[in-house]
């Protein structure tokens, strides 16, 4: 399981499963669990131990990388699969192997599936099916085949992942099982749809921070791990930090992006839960994303902001970016922010985006953003200071001239006369109004 090798004893007399595990120079007990049964038998399917209990014909479900040695979900009956559509208490068959089409194999024995599943009982199962559910005739081989040698039949075992779904009440512990999930091993379920019902479900219930700090957690911890088992396997760096890097994990892991886009935001524009829960809901999730090294993606931080700006005063917000020191600088963000102090929202929003595109090394936007503020002389020194080629001079000449100061003119001028040679009529004008103000002090002086 998981590329690790075990060696299962079972203790029927005290009803427990050990299990070891063989590495190079040892052999360590490195899970137990109850089992609740002295007649079982094991099996394994997408890494997923099946604890088969011959009494009752239901299944334990155990997954070596959970962090608790409790079993995934409730006991599952063992039922029979089935392709007909208008029985809709039975999970689908995958399409290779359905119970009313079975394949023939060596020595002409059938082979159909035989799904772990909730909400089905051992009397759903047909003629072309188990007729005795753990028949005393029934022979477990691996890794998860059924030999029922009176029928002449095999069986396989799959997982009905929407069951136990249905059946596991800790949704954290649920979150983690699903994400190391293979998808090929259950093509007839969207895990990723699943992750999303129930990590939506659980901000619509509206969970104390505490649960929602769990859920977070096992979200991003699933995440770094898949980025962290792709590099492993391909050899190729993969790091959790890094945009696209979603599109090439194989597990059915939620990105932030997919969490900034199909749940936080989609939450805030439908309304759908308080601003005030919100708020803290997408506090508890970026603190998961840096415990686990995963960048935010910047419209994460734009969630942010808004939210912030609907629940507390705007110097607060402005304090929380201060204390951030540069963790959220983005060039979005920056933007966001001049479009904020634009409309009144965020008067310090001006202030902020420079710093930011400062910090950022985009020189140019933040010289436009002083040109537009008026002054002129700041943004000359900072198009000197590193030596800017896109904006054009006169840009600066006419911000120099909508001052109507003849000092600020010609000490623009000047510079940009280096640059190119801006015909001085254009701004006959302003030398007008000039020499009529320096005639006017001269006159009053005398």
Known sequence: ???????????????????????????????????????????????????????????????????????????????????????????????????????????????????????????????????????????????????????????????????????????????????????????????????????????????????????????????????????????????????????????????????EVKVLRWLHEEEATGVQYLEAAIAEYLGSCCRHGIAVPPGLHLLALDVALLTAHPHQVVTTLHEQKGGWDSARLASHLERLARKGALAEGWHLALDMYTRLGMHDRHCQMLLSKGKVVQALQCAQRHQLTSIDPEAFLSKAAETGDLLIFTAVYRVCYQLVKPRIEQYNTLLRRHDALLNQSIQAVA
């Open 1 to 259: 399981m998981y590329g690790r090798i075990y060696c299962a004893h079972i203790d029927y007399r005290q009803q427990r499963l050990a299990l070891y595990r063989f590495y190079k120079d040892a052999v360590i007990l490195q899970h137990s669990y109850a089992i609740f049964s002295q007649h079982v038998e094991l099996s394994v399917h997408d890494n997923v131990l099946l604890v088969h209990h011959l009494d009752s014909s239901t299944v334990l479900l155990l997954d070596v990388r959970a962090r608790s040695n409790r079993p995934i979900a409730a006991p599952l009956p063992l039922t029979l699969a089935t392709d007909d559509k208008d029985d809709q208490s039975l999970p689908s068959s995958t399409p290779a192997s359905s119970s009313r089409d079975p394949l023939e194999h060596e020595g002409k024995v059938e082979i159909a599936s035989c799904t772990s599943a909730a909400g089905s009982t051992a009397g759903s199962a047909t003629s072309d099916g188990p007729e005795h559910l753990a028949s005393s005739h029934w022979r477990f081989e691996g890794p998860n085949l059924i030999l029922d040698t009176e029928a002449g039949k095999v069986w396989r075992c799959e997982v009905d992942i929407a069951a136990v779904a249905r059946t596991c009440s800790e949704w954290p512990l649920l979150l983690a099982f699903l994400q190391r999930r293979h998808p090929a091993a259950h093509p007839t379920c969207d895990i990723k749809a699943l992750l999303l019902t129930i990590v939506k479900g659980a901000l619509l219930e509206q969970l104390d921070m505490a649960s929602v700090w769990q859920i977070f957690d096992a979200v991003a911890l699933g995440y770094a791990e898949a980025c962290a088992g792709k590099q492993a396997s391909s050899g190729v760096p993969v790091s959790p930090d890094s945009r696209g890097t979603a599109s090439r994990l194989s597990m059915p892991v939620l990105s932030p992006q997919e969490m």
